[in-house]
């Protein structure tokens, strides 16, 4: 895929010196990410693109004047590519598409690759249409992937609606759709499914990029999975995964998300390697706060340095490599011909960046966009997806089976640790009281409900174990991937106020105690995003840390341990809305022994 600048004849002229440049940047070291050298040079741009490169690191006498109508002195600053995020969700950090880019652009983030697969899974096509139209025309090149995987298991949970090869087939005609996004039925890719076998031939048949998912696949199951033809995998979490799919000839997206920090596990493990082309740095999902407080790709460019990568081949991962992996071929390198994204930055090893410059224009300088992002609305911004029959106590209640004494031996999920998203099934032995299961004595189980919130009306409750509450009721409407409605709470009547919060509210994340709403991030956009700018979401979310703290939840991330809850594809063990299920034999169990 070639980005085509206006004119080349134009190109051309400014090139020779015919005609000025339109912005000269002087005086730069620049980064080669090509050639992975470091050396003085002034470059030229015009129309958006590099028109010329005036350097001499022979020693040949290679190098020229650059007229430029605006001529910036570099100062002696690295010039490095602008990020490219390969991988993440938008709706991960709670945000609308401008939202984010008016982020991450200070920050030296020019493109990111967006799987929305998230508000697909509850609003569909038009929820994908919306993702397109809301980052279109931005200072930012926002591109968007066809989501495999709606719902993530369609025969295990309900969601607001699925997708199939002719749903594909609508998304890779729309605008800046480059292929697609991660498909996560590794059992459905593997054993050939006829649903999934559909949806990868609508991207053969294209030519388009093929993104994997395929998290702990190994030997001949992952050798499987890339003959489908799938070309990548961001669920690489130890230094063994990553070297076996790098040796498979799978591109490996380091990922360094909120909650799933894989960075410096897998580059310690492959940075020996003499080539690391296949290799890229993204970050997934990134809340509000890490954003700002953190940074974005650059961030993740730091954490990859100190695992033990130069700062050329960080800088590379997190720009050539992934323009490549996406079948751009003039994007992200500084090169004539290419297309001018870029950025100054005083320190490589930790880039924070003076200038960003995205299509040859300046948008961010010390930390600031240099113009607002004009924002839109748009119809479905206004819609409460959260359609849910009121439900009562009962809901929350596990009536016992018939016959049952005063004890009863059950399935529960049981969280392996208190910063992982893996969860086991076992089995516990609990109290009965009057023909309901009653969880009183034992404060290491906990009820747990998910209602499907798409309007079909079905609805499973369980009980999980360590998942960190002592008290009160924890729910969301952000639970990965179909989005319904989950409660993990102690008593019927603090779960009902919490659910009733968030239907009153259009979706997100609430908290109560004692009967008591103590906590609320509204999103109600899709139940996933807020309509504030990072800023003033930030004291809501952090302030929502707090709360869930204060019951107990002393997590990395305690507002994201919920979300994981209900996803089908996430070893062990998961439940939805329409029962318990064993993830390794993809089929559900019953909830008592």
């Not at 003076?354 to 819609?383: C, K, W, Y």
Request: charged fraction near 20%.
């Amino acid at each position: 895929m070639r980005i085509e600048p206006p004119s080349r004849r134009r190109l051309s002229e400014a090139a020779r010196g015919i005609i000025p440049c339109d912005l000269v940047i002087a005086h730069v070291q620049l980064v080669n990410c090509l050639t992975g050298e470091i050396y003085p040079a002034d470059v030229g741009i015009l129309d958006g693109f590099f028109a010329a490169v005036s350097a001499d690191p022979d020693r040949l006498g290679t190098s020229f004047p650059i007229e430029g109508k605006r001529v910036i002195d570099g100062q002696g600053q690295y010039l490095i590519p602008g990020f490219i995020d390969s991988h993440l969700h938008i709706e991960s950090s709670m945000v609308t598409p401008p939202t984010m880019a008016e982020t991450t652009l200070p920050l030296g983030t020019t493109s990111l690759v967006t799987d929305p697969h998230e508000v697909a899974n509850v609003g569909g096509l038009e929820a994908v249409a919306y993702m397109v139209e809301a980052s279109r025309d931005l200072p930012q090149r926002q591109y968007i992937m066809a989501p495999s995987c709606v719902p993530a298991v369609p025969e295990l949970e309900g969601a607001g609606a699925s997708f199939g090869a002719e749903e594909i087939e609508a998304i890779l005609s729309m605008e800046r759709v480059l292929g697609i996004a991660e498909v996560m039925d590794c059992a459905g890719v593997i054993n050939r499914s006829e649903r999934i076998e559909a949806i990868l031939d609508a991207g053969l048949r294209r030519g388009v990029f093929l993104q994997g998912h395929a998290p702990f696949l190994s030997g001949r199951r992952l050798n499987a999975y890339l003959t489908a033809g799938i070309q990548s995998d961001h669920e690489s979490r130890t230094g063994a995964e990553a070297r076996e799919k790098l040796r498979l000839g799978m591109h490996v997206d380091a990922r360094e998300g909120s909650v799933s920090t894989n960075v410096t596990a897998v580059v310690e493990a492959v940075k020996d390697f003499p080539f690391l082309d296949d290799l890229s740095l993204c970050t997934d999902d990134r809340e509000p706060h890490d954003l700002i407080v953190q940074g974005h790709m650059n961030y993740v460019v730091a954490r990859a340095v100190k695992a033990g990568l130069s700062p050329v081949q960080a800088i590379r991962s997190a720009t050539l490599n992934p323009a490549r992996e996406l079948g751009f071929v003039n994007l992200g390198a500084v090169a004539p011909g290419w297309a001018a994204d870029c950025q100054l930055v005083e320190d490589i090893s930790h880039p924070r960046p003076s200038l960003v410059i995205v299509d040859g224009r300046i948008v961010a300088e010390n930390g600031r966009l240099t113009q607002p992002i004009q924002r839109r609305t748009f119809p479905a911004e206004g819609r409460n997806t959260v359609r849910l029959t009121a439900p009562s106590l009962d809901n929350f209640k596990i009536p016992a089976p018939a016959g049952a004494g005063e004890q009863v031996r059950m399935r529960v999920l049981r969280y392996q640790s208190p910063d992982t998203s893996l969860t086991d099934l076992t089995e516990e032995t609990v109290q009965v009281t009057d023909g309901y299961v009653d969880l009183s004595g034992r404060p290491d189980l906990k009820f747990a409900a998910v209602f499907n919130r798409h309007g079909a009306g079905t609805k499973f409750t369980a009980v999980v174990k360590d998942f960190g509450i002592r008290e009160g009721a924890v729910a969301s409407t952000v639970t990965h991937d179909s989005h319904n409605l989950a409660v993990v709470y102690d008593r019927p009547e603090n779960a009902l106020v919490a659910v009733e919060a968030l239907m009153k509210s259009g979706g997100g994340h609430a908290a109560v105690k004692d009967g008591e709403l103590i906590g609320l991030v509204p999103l109600p956009i899709f139940g996933l995003l807020s309509p504030l700018p990072c800023e003033k979401l930030i004291p809501t979310v952090e302030h929502q840390k707090e709360v869930l703290r204060s019951l107990g939840l002393n997590t990395k991330n305690p507002v994201m341990r919920i979300t994981s809850l209900a996803l089908p594809v996430i070893p062990h063990g998961k439940i939805s809305d329409r029962g318990m299920i064993d993830v390794d034999r993809q089929e559900f169990v019953p909830l008592f022994c």
